[in-house]
């Protein structure tokens, strides 16, 4: 069954489970298309590559409470092929919403707890969660 094809304009939204805050990405970020030669109602569709805005590729602030001075990390997505068609422009795969797929933040600097005797850094390197993509007007598919 053909899938929604994803567009700019349309979401990413991220769910790393709690106590894990990551402010960048509590709300879901709209994307920004590169397949400018093909166009969904006048935008352009994401391909692979656009489905992590480059503002979020870039050290993120994060807390995980207990420890609330803020740490750094970086966060990747991990697309699944229901996440893209097998058709190609300028040999990029077309993104689609599909399913949820990974998501994790890679500890640079961990987050700390105060405590009576200094500050514990947090000591889990990696969050894991998941993402997906929420399309503005899902009536467009791909097929």
Known sequence: MPDVIIKTGDMIKFNIPPPVLIPPIMAPIPLVGSGSTVQVM???????????????????PYTSPPFVIPGMGTLKVILLPANMTQRTINGK?????????????????PAQQITPVGPIPDPVPVKVGTAQFIPTYPLVQAG
């Open 42 to 60: 006048g935008q352009p569709i994401c391909l692979f590559g656009d489905e992590l805005p480059k503002f979020l590729q870039v050290p993120l």
């Open 93 to 109: 795969p077309i993104l689609i919403k599909g399913g949820t797929f990974p998501a994790m933040f890679q500890v640079q600097t």
